[in-house]
Every structure is written in C-alpha cells, then in structure tokens.
C-alpha cells in the first residue's frame, strides 16, 4: 500500500486534473495547477487492486486512522495563527445552488470557529431572487452585471435575502452544532448604504457609505457567527440592495479581521484567462493592479479585485478569492500552505 501524508484528509482535496504551469512575474506567483496536491494524496490499496484478505483489514485501518492523526498534526500550526483571528467569508454563486458544497461551506464555518477562528458569513442569493422574481411574474433583468432593482424587485430581494435565505443559513449553521445570529445592514445601523452613481438606470442598487460594526463585536467575541445579508438602508431609510463582495469587503476592514474570503464560481485569478491552469496562486497590490491595467483581470472579477483592494488599504491582512466549488475550498485556503484559489496580500 502507498500512503504519503496529505496537507487535510482526503475529503478536503480538490479533484480536477492538473495543468500546465503558468509563466511568473515580479508580482504574482502562478500556480501550475490548483490540483498539484494530488500528488500528495493517500492512495489505498483498495483503490489500486482488488480488496486485501480480511486479515489486513486492522492494518489498513490503523494506517487510516494515524493519517488522520497526522493531518491535524499538520493543521496545528494554522489553528495556532488564526485563533481569536476574525476571518470574513462571502458567501454566493455555486456553493449556494448545490446542497452539498452548502453542507461543506457550513461544516467548515462551524469547525473553523471550534477550533478558535472567529468567522463572519456575508452572503448574496442571487438564483434564489431570481426565482421568486419569477413567481411574483417579474423577469430578471442585468445591466453591466448588476440586478436593475426597481420597487418591487427591492421588496422581493429584501424578503427573500433577510427573510428565507439569511434565515436559513442560520438554521444549518445551528444544525451543525454553531451558533448564528442572523442580521442585514439594516440592523443597528450595520450598514449605510448611498445610491449608486448609476442609481437612474440601476434603482435601487446601493454602495456602502459607511459601516458601524459596534453590533458584531459582542457577537464575535461571544463565539457566535453572525450572518449578515447585503440588504441596508440609507439616511432616509430607503432600502438598497448592495453588492456582497463590496459588502464583505467593508464588513471585513470594519471589524480588523484578518482575511476575507471570497468564495467565486472561477478558481481566482488567472494569469491567462484562457488558460484556467495559470492560477496565480500569491500577488500584491501593485501586480494585481498591472494585471487590470494590462487587461489580463476583467469583467466580472474586477469588482471582487477592486473590493479586496480596498479591504487590504484599510487593514485587513490578506484577502483571497477562492472557488467554491471545491469542497471544503475555506479550510483548504486557510489551514494549508498550498491553499486553492489567489491570495492578494498588501
């Protein structure tokens, strides 16, 4: 049998095939492939030939059991750094859509803040917006990637962000033995939102304007992990829908936490964006600000660039954006030399 240790244990591990390595720059490291890790992954006898004779069953079974063992072994030292650290974790696209990658998001939420990690859920629920827009007989509409929101959407987005998905996720995290407490920027003045410059033909789709975290540090220290939906109010009290990368990225320079995360439907930053094996796994402020002056980060990932930015400007001390759709992509990026997805630091 050939059993190498792993970084985690075998369900922490992504399982997508490797790729060819990216060129580097002064200031990015590439990645050759999120996947390389593979390498390191225990293989079984089981998995290589037929079953072994049931005399070498205790045997394998010790062997299983001491390579869990030496997996948290290894984990020890990143307990050991982020324990009592805040960590901000958006939350949206396909993690959110598939039960399963839900149940893995909430299983780590829940085991990162057992071992110490103060975790903070951000999160958006587009598709389920999307769903109820259709049963009110309201068709989605975008510009620029950005819901129009008129009135009535804005109804359907606060009933269904605060009301059903907020809520729910509270539940799971409860389920799975944490402790929630669910809240939007609404709620004790979290969030303030202004309109958007493109408030005209956007609606009601606002920006941050300023964030009063006095509500979350009670919760934090208490050990409980606080929920919030990217619903807020302006001066006047009219409600907005703000972005939630923006929103975490607020949320996560407010509360002095020590990384955001940004859980994406793409496996970060690439430094060819036809080439999903150039993952760029490390870059600082200035290479990440050449890869958007040179084209090579567009489109929708502007904005998650720009929010980290920002986030980092104003403290936070590093900011990942990572895929979500890898299993237990969170502990893989926080309890792992390797991580999974691009790491921004200042």
Same mark, same amino acid.
């Given at each position: 049998?050939?059993?190498?240790?792993?970084?985690?244990?075998?369900?922490?591990?992504?399982?997508?095939?490797?790729?060819?390595?990216?060129?580097?720059?002064?200031?990015? /490291?590439?990645?050759?492939?999120?996947?390389?890790?593979? @390498?390191?992954? /225990?293989?079984?006898?089981?998995?290589?030939?037929?079953?072994?004779?049931?005399?070498?069953?205790?045997?394998?079974?010790?062997?299983?059991?001491?390579?869990?063992?030496? *997996?948290?072994?290894?984990?020890?030292?990143?307990?050991?750094?982020?324990?009592?650290?805040?960590? #901000?974790?958006?939350?949206?696209?396909?993690?959110?859509?598939?039960?399963?990658?839900?149940?893995?998001?909430?299983?780590?939420?829940?085991?990162?803040?057992? #071992?110490?990690?103060?975790?903070?859920?951000?999160?958006?629920?587009?598709?389920?917006?999307?769903?109820?827009?259709?049963?009110?007989?309201?068709?989605?509409?975008? /510009?620029?990637?950005?819901?129009?929101?008129?009135?009535?959407? $804005?109804?359907?987005?606060? $009933? *269904?962000? +605060?009301?059903?998905?907020?809520?729910?996720?509270?539940?799971?995290?409860?389920?799975?033995?944490?402790?929630?407490? @669910?809240?939007?920027?609404?709620?004790?003045?979290?969030?303030?939102?202004?309109?958007?410059?493109?408030?005209?033909?956007?609606?009601? #789709?606002?920006? +941050?304007? /300023?964030?009063?975290?006095? +509500?979350?540090?009670?919760?934090?220290?208490?050990?409980?992990?606080?929920?919030?939906?990217?619903?807020?109010?302006?001066?006047?009290?009219?409600?907005?829908?703000?972005?939630?990368?923006?929103?975490?990225?607020? &949320?996560?320079?407010?509360?002095?936490?020590?990384?955001?995360?940004?859980?994406?439907?793409? !496996?970060?930053?690439?430094?060819?964006?036809?080439?999903?094996?150039?993952?760029?796994?490390?870059?600082? &402020?200035?290479?990440?600000?050449?890869?958007?002056?040179? @084209?090579?980060?567009?489109?929708?990932?502007?904005?998650?660039?720009?929010?980290?930015?920002?986030?980092?400007?104003?403290?936070?001390?590093?900011? !990942?954006?990572? %895929?979500?759709?890898?299993?237990?992509?969170?502990?893989?990026?926080?309890?792992? %030399?390797?991580?999974?997805?691009? $790491?921004?630091?200042?």
């Amino acid at each position: 049998m050939l059993l190498t240790k792993p970084h985690l244990s075998n369900p922490l591990l992504p399982s997508a095939p490797p790729s060819n390595p990216a060129p580097s720059s002064s200031h990015a /490291r590439p990645l050759a492939a999120p996947t390389a890790r593979r @390498g390191r992954l /225990r293989v079984s006898a089981a998995s290589a030939a037929a079953p072994a004779p049931s005399a070498a069953a205790p045997a394998t079974a010790a062997a299983a059991a001491l390579s869990r063992v030496d *997996v948290l072994s290894e984990a020890l030292p990143f307990i050991q750094r982020f324990k009592g650290k805040t960590v #901000v974790v958006k939350y949206g696209g396909a993690a959110m859509k598939s039960p399963e990658l839900q149940a893995s998001v909430i299983r780590d939420l829940v085991l990162l803040s057992f #071992v110490g990690l103060r975790p903070v859920l951000v999160h958006g629920g587009g598709p389920e917006i999307n769903s109820w827009l259709l049963r009110v007989g309201v068709e989605p509409q975008f /510009r620029d990637g950005l819901r129009v929101t008129d009135a009535l959407t $804005m109804e359907v987005v606060e $009933m *269904v962000l +605060v009301g059903k998905v907020n809520k729910n996720l509270v539940s799971l995290i409860n389920l799975a033995r944490g402790t929630a407490v @669910g809240l939007c920027g609404k709620d004790a003045r979290l969030i303030t939102a202004r309109p958007s410059p493109n408030a005209a033909a956007l609606g009601f #789709v606002g920006e +941050v304007a /300023r964030v009063d975290a006095t +509500v979350l540090h009670p919760i934090i220290a208490s050990g409980h992990i606080p929920v919030i939906a990217t619903v807020a109010a302006d001066e006047t009290g009219q409600a907005y829908n703000i972005n939630a990368d923006t929103a975490a990225g607020e &949320i996560a320079a407010a509360v002095g936490a020590e990384k955001l995360l940004l859980l994406t439907d793409v !496996s970060g930053i690439l430094a060819d964006r036809n080439d999903p094996g150039s993952l760029v796994k490390e870059i600082d &402020i200035a290479g990440v600000r050449q890869m958007v002056a040179d @084209g090579k980060v567009a489109g929708g990932m502007i904005p998650k660039v720009e929010c980290c930015v920002r986030a980092l400007a104003q403290g936070v001390h590093t900011a !990942s954006i990572i %895929d979500g759709r890898v299993p237990h992509s969170l502990l893989l990026e926080i309890l792992t %030399d390797e991580g999974t997805g691009t $790491m921004i630091t200042g």
